[in-house]
Nanobody, 119 residues
């Protein structure tokens, strides 16, 4: 499975961005897609995930602001980020797994995408 990430960039506080992650290859094995992020001096954390089996999950600080979805097309996941805060500044990594995303781990990784929120 290959993951092609896109989106990101510079946005002002309170603004919005959408990240995309398109999967190719043996996508039937891909149960869950999502994003991790790594901020300055911050350990890698799971932002959100979407799973065929378990639905959507969000980190507490993202609930109500971020929305993860899958499709169309079905091989692509989207992360809509609203109400961005300075502390959301990070490199966001698209990730996929055959089972679940947790513990900073994933079977498959896309390239990191820098999101910078200016205060």
């Amino acid at each position: 499975v290959q993951l092609q990430a896109s989106g990101g960039g510079l946005v002002q506080t309170g603004g919005s961005l959408t990240l995309s992650c398109a999967a190719s290859g043996s996508i039937r094995s891909l149960n869950v897609m999502g994003w991790y992020r790594e901020g300055p001096g911050v350990q890698r954390e799971l932002v959100a995930s979407i799973s065929r089996r378990e639905g959507t999950k969000y980190a507490d600080s993202m609930k109500g602001r971020f929305t993860i979805s899958r499709g169309p097309p079905d091989n692509t996941a989207y992360l809509r980020m609203n109400g961005l805060k300075f502390e959301d500044t990070a490199v966001y990594y698209c990730a996929g797994d055959r089972i679940r995303l947790e513990g900073g781990l994933a079977d498959y990784w896309g390239r990191g995408t820098l999101v910078t929120v200016s205060s």
